[in-house]
């Protein structure tokens, strides 16, 4: 349940479609803001399937299903059967919205030795956009914030019209809420209405259904 120091954002057309959820606080509720580095406010929204980073140097299974990565720009977990992450969470203030122009999609260097590697081709003529999950907008304010969202960690095959629709409305709606001084934290994430999927690219890359 949302507490009293969170507020709710109004809903815009078609949102229920998107598995995304959105808190803005103002800088004086958040409890020992300086003890947070940049790497934990990326994931004060919690770690909802309890994803692990054991790798396979460690002599331990590796937790290929829900894989954590952490980054000072964002966090996820990866799902190395579907081939996308199954959330993705980050902390969005003015800071972090810049000028810095688009960079490249790149295979994550960071999974494990025994992942498949989705690379930008595995999209190539699928009829899906390399869907980011944390925007690329959103993290402008220097060339390494802005190339970590550009990792194919944080891709997820979406359909043109809702990428560039109502899932960049509310990108959007959000930086807007950044400039006039709120900070926000977000997490996003895709799923399944039915078993089985459709898989796209040599490494065979699910799309979900939402």
């Known amino acids: 349940m949302m507490t009293s120091r969170f507020r709710s954002l109004p809903v815009l057309p078609l949102l229920p479609l998107l598995a995304l959820s959105l808190l803005s606080v103002s800088a004086a509720s958040l409890p020992a803001r300086a003890d947070m580095t940049n790497t934990s406010l990326q994931m004060a929204t919690g770690?909802?399937?309890?994803?692990?980073?054991?790798?396979?140097?460690?002599?331990?299974?590796?937790?290929?299903?829900?894989?954590?990565?952490?980054?000072?720009?964002?966090?996820?977990?990866?799902?190395?059967?579907?081939?996308?992450?199954?959330?993705?969470?980050?902390?969005?203030?003015?800071?972090d919205i810049g000028t810095v122009e688009r960079g490249k999609f790149q295979p994550d260097p960071s999974l494990p030795p025994s992942f498949t590697l989705v690379t930008p081709g595995d999209y190539s003529g699928s009829g899906y956009d390399r869907g980011h999950n944390c925007p690329s907008k959103d993290r402008t304010a220097t060339r390494a914030d802005n190339d970590a969202v550009f990792l194919m960690t944080n891709?997820?095959?979406?359909?043109?019209?809702?990428?560039?629709?109502p899932w960049e409305g509310l990108e959007s709606y959000s930086r807007d809420l950044a400039y006039a001084g709120n900070e926000l934290f977000i997490l996003a994430g895709h799923g399944f209405s039915k078993p089985g999927y459709k898989t796209i690219g040599r490494a065979k890359v699910a799309v979900p259904d939402f």
């Open 47 to 95: 770690n909802p399937d309890k994803a692990t980073s054991t790798t396979e140097t460690t002599g331990l299974r590796v937790n290929r299903d829900h894989f954590l990565i952490r980054r000072r720009q964002l966090a996820l977990s990866y799902n190395d059967t579907l081939r996308f992450p199954n959330w993705v969470s980050w902390h969005l203030s003015r800071s």
């Open 155 to 165: 891709m997820t095959p979406q359909a043109h019209g809702m990428n560039a629709g």
